[in-house]
């Protein structure tokens, strides 16, 4: 009897652990192929249009005339040239420094705006010290874009600068040596012989480099190519610059986009 009692007892046992099998296999099954799944496709970002509030394609000679120049230590020339595809902004500093602004405004704390443009660096200012991001001494870049955050008081006004660099890493980060509400980042480094494309999603960028969402709209848009601390001389050109809105397209249920 008392083998049998333990032989009752194993049975019970290997019932059991079958039983905690079979559920855990299903789990596998039910659940483990699912994760797997979810794991190989991640969800890719909705494709998007963009809903244009200003552009300037630059493609004639007065299209200059809208915008206003911010002069720091002499004026950088800004031309309009015309190559063989395209017209553009042709920027000359010699040992100079100004920068050409337009007015807009654009809804930065309800929406999405994006900005995107053409550029292409020929000359860059020599430098004597490595190049960084964070002193007055050599502050000179090639091309700069700027995205203008004005608040009531202009000590609250903040600023995402894009630059061009000669030699920083691609993505290197920073605050201007002027002003803490002016961050800083370098989209590019080195020479190139084509045109680059820019597009950016703003507020992604303002939350990346101030830690939270724009607190004011966006109220101006900049360019400058400066050379006025080295006491050299620098070359960039611009081409249509763009601001609008991201709109994003959903997929039609049973269907592709």
């Known amino acids: 009897m008392m083998y049998l009692g333990i032989g009752r007892r194993k049975a019970r046992r290997l019932a059991l652990f079958s039983v905690f099998l079979i559920l855990a296999c299903l789990f596998f ?6 994760a797997f799944r979810m794991k190989r496709k991640l969800p890719e970002a909705l494709p998007y249009t963009v809903e244009t509030v200003k552009v300037f394609p630059f493609s004639d000679a007065g299209s200059l005339k809208e915008w206003e120049e911010k002069v720091f230590k002499g004026r950088v020339v800004y031309n309009i040239e015309k190559g063989e595809a395209l017209s553009y902004v042709k920027a000359k500093s010699q040992a100079s420094a100004s920068a050409l602004y337009y007015k ?3 809804d930065a704390k309800n929406k999405q705006p994006v900005v995107s443009w053409k550029w292409r660096v020929e000359k860059f200012p020599q430098k004597k010290f490595p190049e960084n ?24 006004s903040k600023v995402l600068e894009y630059i061009w660099a000669e030699k920083l890493p691609v993505g290197t980060t920073g605050t201007s040596p002027y002003s803490p509400n002016i961050k800083l980042i370098v989209l590019r480094s080195g020479p190139s012989k084509e045109w680059v494309t820019e597009k950016r999603d703003i507020v992604a960028d303002y939350m990346k480099l101030f830690g939270r969402l724009p607190e004011f709209d966006i109220g101006a848009v900049a360019f400058m190519t400066n050379a006025e601390h080295t006491g050299t001389s620098a070359d960039a050109m611009y081409d249509d610059i763009e601001l609008g809105y ?12």
């Open 29 to 34: 099954i039910i659940y483990g192929r699912s």
């Open 133 to 156: 991001l964070d002193t007055q001494t050599e502050d000179d870049f090639s091309a700069r874009v700027y995205v203008i955050f004005p608040a009531m008081f202009f000590t609250n």
């Open 246 to 257: 991201k709109k994003e397209e959903s997929t039609p249920k049973g269907g592709r986009p």
């Open 104 to 106: 807009l405004k654009i």
